[in-house]
C-alpha cells in the first residue's frame, strides 16, 4: 500500500507564500502523473495542481500564474509553490495520483487570513 505523507502547511495572511511536500513511500515515477488536491471547509475536494511523470503542468483557473508544482522523482517527492495566497485558499491540501488511486493521506492545512 502507497504511502503519501503531505507536510508545509500553516497559518499565513493574505499574499504570503507557502512549500508544501508530498513525500511517498515508493517509486513516484511508476505513478505517472501526480497531483495537489484541496479540500476548502464545507466543499468537496478538488484537483488545483497535477504534474505527468514528464513534468507537464496543469492548474486549476483559481491558482493559474500563482502556484507551481514541481516533483523529484529521485527523492520521491512531490512540492506544491504557492505564492500571493488569498484566504480562499484556506483548505486541507493532499497529495496523490491523478485520478486518485493511493489512499489518501492526513494531509496538511493551510490557513489564510485577511
Known amino acids: 500500500q502507497v504511502h503519501l505523507e503531505e507536510s508545509g502547511g500553516g497559518s499565513v495572511q493574505t499574499g504570503g507564500s507557502r512549500t508544501l511536500v508530498c513525500v511517498a513511500s515508493e517509486d513516484i515515477f511508476s505513478f505517472g502523473t501526480l497531483g495537489w488536491y484541496r479540500q476548502a471547509p464545507g466543499k468537496q475536494r478538488e484537483l488545483v495542481a497535477r504534474?505527468?511523470?514528464?513534468?507537464?503542468?496543469n492548474y486549476a483557473d483559481s491558482v493559474k500564474g500563482r502556484f507551481t508544482i514541481s516533483r523529484v522523482n529521485a527523492k520521491n517527492t512531490v512540492y506544491l509553490q504557492m505564492n500571493s495566497l488569498k484566504p480562499e485558499d484556506t483548505g486541507v491540501y493532499y497529495c496523490?495520483?491523478?485520478?486518485?488511486?493511493?489512499?489518501w493521506g492526513q494531509g496538511t492545512q493551510v490557513t489564510v487570513s485577511s
Open positions: 504534474i505527468t511523470s514528464g513534468s507537464s503542468t
Open positions: 496523490n495520483t491523478d485520478p486518485p488511486r493511493a489512499s
